[in-house]
């Protein structure tokens, strides 16, 4: 059969043919054919001299929520779109314009905004110029010890919120000041339990160019200050930043305190800037068996319970509100800092016994992998590792199931000659999409380019990655395309970051220090498929021969997802106390510290 064009047929051609020359006159010229200008959508965005005198080098938000409780600002991830575009310089006075080129999420684009009114704040968060010892020079966020949380974070300007009404298709241009400065954070005061403390990291200052801080939150035994002469074993404890006291302690009773596990979904909340975990946070799991703060302190306070120093570290630094607790070359000497100046300062400052058998690790998430490289990278200095659901401890099953040796693109699975399967990074217990790779990898663009978004993944990726030529870190994958860079899979393993490759290519040399130190749990419905890549380590571990490792695995099952942890924390401290006991030496009788 033939067909041929018929002349309706070459004028529709023609027709389609002029609709698109207007269509890319309108994108590329901003004219309409008809010669009238496309209308002007966006925002305009000041401060004044009197709020901020000097020029700010930094980066512009605009949220817009469809309530005012809370501020838009403290609805993102949950209820807010966000909008941001980079400023440099910008002097008081002078309006910077966030349009339709901005980057938005989940919109992409303000033209992608529904009409409608919304309440509409402005946020700018300001960076600081760093002339690192490395040569290189680049801006980011100095956190302000509130867990690199923009924010709230002190001295970072907002605007009053307003409602308005919002329509791209007759475009609007709204002027916004930011005429407040978010005030300072107030730390906890000191109680006879709870002790906090901040200290200036030579480390970490002479790499940064400027003072830079660690400190630590100290809970005390019950009885400690009338017993001068005894010491005492140090749980370390690792997460994300908290001024909170270690496993929620809380002498008050608060009956709408349902259990720590609640509580820490807060502390999460505040460092995500949600009230409850949104369908995109990576904590999102079934948390189970771990008791009230207040409960937690009637067992710490009880009779016959182990009488142990209980320590949170706190090392935000400008990338995120932790620095894995590890050397990097774009964080700097982090695992430094805290080997050989914060463990010391505590041990000298309080009754600790400085000894590897009396020196236990635990965490979550986060704090897993923190905990676990500690122990990992010192096995003959900690005793002991008891580590729940830890970040990517193989990258071969990177968060979302990434191998990222051998996958081509971190955004989707190839499925057969047709399919890509759009990859998850993270579900819900039951299997549900929270968010994909892809939308993870454009919200982090949103928050700040080159790598300084401060949320997750950027965390543990500015970790693990190399140092660019510009100063900032070479990506692990494109953010746009999800193309994933070879060269910084390999630097991530050669340097050590993959825990399991680390441990299998040097077990020869330190199993021996690692026997029966490794407890690891984490439910079989993790959110971020954390239990896939602890799979992998347990093959491993499970394997070993002259030493066998001798620690232990729990996977909680069913539906046990991220946040899961097979007992109460009273248990959990029973539990080491008990291994800091049988691991005593001659001469170090327990009877001394379980008063």
């Not at 990992?376 to 008891?386: A, E, K, L, Q």
């Not at 130190?517 to 093959?539: A, R």
Request: aromatic content about 12%.
């Amino acid at each position: 059969m033939h067909f041929r064009l018929c002349p309706i047929s070459n004028a529709r051609r023609a027709m389609r043919l002029l609709r698109g020359v207007a269509a890319l006159l309108t994108l590329v010229l901003g004219i309409r054919l008809a010669g009238q200008p496309v209308r002007p959508t966006g925002f305009e965005i000041s401060f004044p001299a009197n709020l901020h005198a000097e020029p700010i080098t930094g980066r512009m938000f605009v949220f817009l929520a469809k309530t005012n409780e809370p501020e838009p600002r403290l609805q993102l991830y949950r209820g807010s779109a966000v909008f941001a575009s980079n400023v440099t310089a910008q002097r008081p006075g002078d309006g910077a314009i966030l349009d339709q080129s901005a980057a938005g999420f989940p919109p992409e684009s303000l033209r992608d905004v529904r009409a409608g009114d919304y309440y509409v704040q402005a946020l700018l968060n300001i960076y600081t110029e760093f002339h690192r010892a490395d040569g290189h020079v680049i801006w980011a966020h100095m956190d302000q010890w509130e867990g690199q949380n923009f924010t709230r974070s002190p001295g970072n300007l907002i605007s009053e919120v307003r409602k308005v009404h919002l329509d791209p298709a007759q475009g609007y241009k709204i002027n916004l000041e930011l005429t407040k400065k978010i005030p300072a954070i107030e730390v906890p005061a000191d109680t006879p339990w709870v002790k906090r403390f901040k200290m200036q990291s030579p480390l970490l200052s002479r790499f940064w160019g400027r003072p830079i801080y660690i400190g630590a939150t100290v809970l005390l035994p019950k009885g400690y200050d009338d017993h001068p002469d005894v010491h005492y074993p140090a749980m370390y404890l690792q997460g994300h930043f908290s001024l909170d006291a270690p496993f929620g302690f809380s002498t008050k009773f608060d009956p709408s305190e349902k259990s720590w596990a609640r509580e820490r979904e807060r502390a999460i909340a505040a460092h995500l800037n949600i009230i409850e975990p949104p369908p995109y946070s990576h904590h999102n799991g079934a948390l189970g068996n771990v008791e009230t703060g207040y409960e937690f302190y009637q067992a710490w306070n009880s009779e016959h319970f182990p009488r142990m120093i209980a320590v949170t570290f706190q090392h935000p630094s400008p990338y995120y509100d932790d620095s894995y607790a590890v050397n990097s070359q774009n964080e700097g000497p982090y695992g430094d800092a805290i080997m050989t100046e914060l463990i010391p300062f505590l041990e000298s400052h309080f009754r600790m016994i400085p000894q590897p058998w009396a020196r236990t690790l635990t965490g979550g998430s986060t704090g897993g992998w923190e905990s676990l490289a500690l122990q990992v990278y010192h096995p003959d200095f900690f005793g002991g590792v008891w580590t729940f659901y830890p970040d990517p401890v193989d990258l071969r099953r990177y968060n979302g199931g990434i191998d990222i040796y051998n996958d081509e693109n971190a955004f989707t699975i190839p499925n057969g000659d047709w399919l890509q399967e759009e990859r998850l990074a993270s579900r819900t217990i039951d299997g549900q999409t929270r968010i994909t790779v892809r939308q993870m990898s454009r919200l982090q663009s949103v928050i700040g380019d080159k790598e300084r978004s401060t949320i997750w993944l950027n965390d543990y990726e500015v970790v693990i990655n190399p140092v660019g030529g510009d100063g900032y870190p070479i990506p692990l994958w494109d953010k746009s395309t999800g193309k994933i860079n070879r060269d910084v899979a390999r630097y991530a393993r050669e340097h050590g970051y993959d825990l399991r490759e680390y441990l299998e290519r040097n077990w020869p040399r330190m199993g021996r220090d690692l026997v029966g130190k490794v407890h690891i749990y984490c439910g079989e419905s993790d959110g971020n498929f954390l239990n896939l890549t602890l799979y992998l380590l347990q093959d491993f571990l499970e394997n070993t021969r002259d030493p066998y490792y001798a620690g232990s695995f729990e996977f909680g099952r069913p539906l046990k997802g991220h946040g899961w942890q097979p007992t109460t924390n009273a248990e959990l401290v029973k539990n080491m106390a008990a291994a800091v006991s049988q691991n005593a030496p001659n001469g170090e009788h327990p009877d001394r510290w379980q008063y």
